[in-house]
């Protein structure tokens, strides 16, 4: 018998990495996760985290495909998106759904601001440069914990994407799935 849906438990959190070929529609199958998570009642909130030049991309295509209204999180927008809270109420407070520039959240107390506000369901695209493999600077050791730190919340949906899983040494590959 299937109860109605107020009824049933909440499912599992959702951790997956969707990996394929550059334009093969990674965003919009992310989209339609976390979409479906979203309308389920399983998440309140959706962040997703890119580069700043995918930003508007994925604005895009949650308004358009899945109406979802989403605020850009980017050094050019954070005073205006300040401006308006009230004493205490954090930007993770007043918008539920942000995308989120990862190297301008990354850096320290910014991220830690990100990690206690983040929504309970997390995209990362370009997962695989938040990986730590023994090699890179210090920007992809703080995207690495930024990424890190935001999956240790086993309560939230976590969905990882990359046309890049694999570079070719294993370590990374580990962190990745980690």
């Known amino acids: 018998r299937v109860l109605p849906q107020r009824h049933q438990q909440r499912q599992d959190t ?3 990495l969707i990996s394929d070929d550059v334009g093969i529609g990674k965003t919009v199958e992310a989209a339609l996760i976390a ?3 979203l309308e389920q009642g399983d998440a309140s909130g959706l962040a997703v985290l890119c580069s700043p030049a995918l930003a508007e991309q994925w604005r895009g295509e949650l308004a358009s495909k899945f109406g979802i209204q989403a605020e850009l ?3 050019s927008t ?3 998106l300040e ?3 009230l004493v205490g109420e954090t930007l993770f407070d007043r918008y539920p759904n942000v995308v989120v520039s990862t190297d301008f959240i990354k850096r320290p107390g910014l991220r830690e601001q ?3 506000g983040c929504p309970d369901l997390l995209i990362i695209d370009e997962a695989h440069t938040c990986v730590s ?3 890179g600077g210090r920007s992809r050791m703080l995207r ?4 890190a730190g935001l999956a240790r919340d086993q309560n939230r949906h976590l969905i990882l994407v990359t046309a890049t899983p694999h570079s070719g040494k294993d370590e990374g590959f580990r962190n990745l799935l980690a």
């Not at 690495?144 to 990424?147: G, W």
């Open 133 to 135: 493999d023994g090699t």
């Open 73 to 75: 999180v980017l050094p």
């Open 14 to 16: 959702v951790r997956m």
């Open 83 to 85: 401006k308006g809270l």
């Open 35 to 37: 979409a479906e998570l």
């Open 114 to 116: 990100f990690w206690h």
């Open 144 to 147: 690495h914990e930024l990424a």
């Open 78 to 80: 954070i005073r205006r």
